[in-house]
T-cell receptor
Framework: AQSVTQLGSHVSVSEGALVLLRCNYS??????LFWYVQYPNQGLQLLLK??????LVKGINGFEAEFKKSETSFHLTKPSAHMSDAAEYFC????????????FGGGTRLMVKP | DTAVSQTPKYLVTQMGNDKSIKCEQN?????MYWYKQDSKKFLKIMFS???????INETVPNRFSPKSPDKAHLNLHINSLELGDSAVYFC??????????????FGPGTRLTVL
């Protein structure tokens, strides 16, 4: 069984500061990992995904994430936060054995202060 | 062009009623999903259909019945609505190529409120 834990349901940063959103996973098979963003009253949009190629994955809007197998982590970072980054962020894991269903973490709400 | 669309966007109804939510995708994908997001923003898979066949059913009450008339549509019918069914329901689609790396594209969600 797979699971995803996002440490910190709320993260607050100042505009221009580093963004770090944490994600740890548990999977019995090699995982495929995703970060999605949800803006208020909208659906989920893919930020980036890890598919066992490069361990450092670059996504949209300046976000990137690094897959660390030894730490079972896939933390999301952005060097400089922008007000428009304020949203809910979800980490998810998928595997071939489960019909490609996504198992999501509990989400992290990112707040950006001016 | 909308990739994954859902109707209605908002649905307010009384306990005990029956309601449907429709989903359509124009991406040419062969797999569609329903997810439920509760009031604490937790997202959980409910169903998945591949080429109109059910491939995932995550212990959802049988009051929920998905129907896929073709690859581009996956509708969700809910009988005898209960207060606990209040949530945002998301439809998604992807290509099931035998790999789990394909991106799922999500619709805008349907906010269901049961009174």
């Amino acid at each position: 069984a797979q699971s995803v834990t996002q440490l910190g349901s709320h993260v607050s940063v100042s505009e221009g500061a580093l963004v770090l959103l944490r994600c740890n996973y548990s999977s019995s098979v090699p995982p495929y990992l995703f970060w999605y963003v949800q803006y208020p009253n909208q659906g989920l949009q893919l930020l980036l995904k890890y598919t066992s190629a490069a361990t450092l994955v670059k996504g949209i809007n300046g976000f990137e994430a690094e897959f660390k197998k030894s730490e079972t982590s896939f933390h999301l970072t952005k060097p400089s936060a922008h007000m428009s980054d304020a949203a809910e962020y979800f980490c998810a894991v998928s595997d071939n054995n489960a019909g490609n269903m996504l198992t999501f973490g509990g989400g992290t709400r990112l707040m950006v202060k001016p | 062009d909308t990739a994954v669309s859902q109707t209605p966007k908002y649905l307010v109804t009384q306990m005990g009623n029956d309601k449907s939510i429709k989903c359509e995708q124009n991406l040419g994908h062969d797999t569609m999903y329903w997810y439920k997001q509760d009031s604490k923003k937790f997202l959980k898979i409910m169903f998945s259909y591949n080429n109109k066949e059910l491939i995932i059913n995550e212990t959802v009450p049988n009051r929920f019945s998905p129907k896929s008339p073709d690859k581009a549509h996956l509708n969700l019918h809910i009988n005898s609505l209960e207060l606990g069914d209040s949530a945002v329901y998301f439809c998604a689609s992807s290509v099931l190529r035998g790999g789990a790396t394909d991106t799922q594209y999500f619709g805008p969600g349907t906010r269901l409120t049961v009174l």
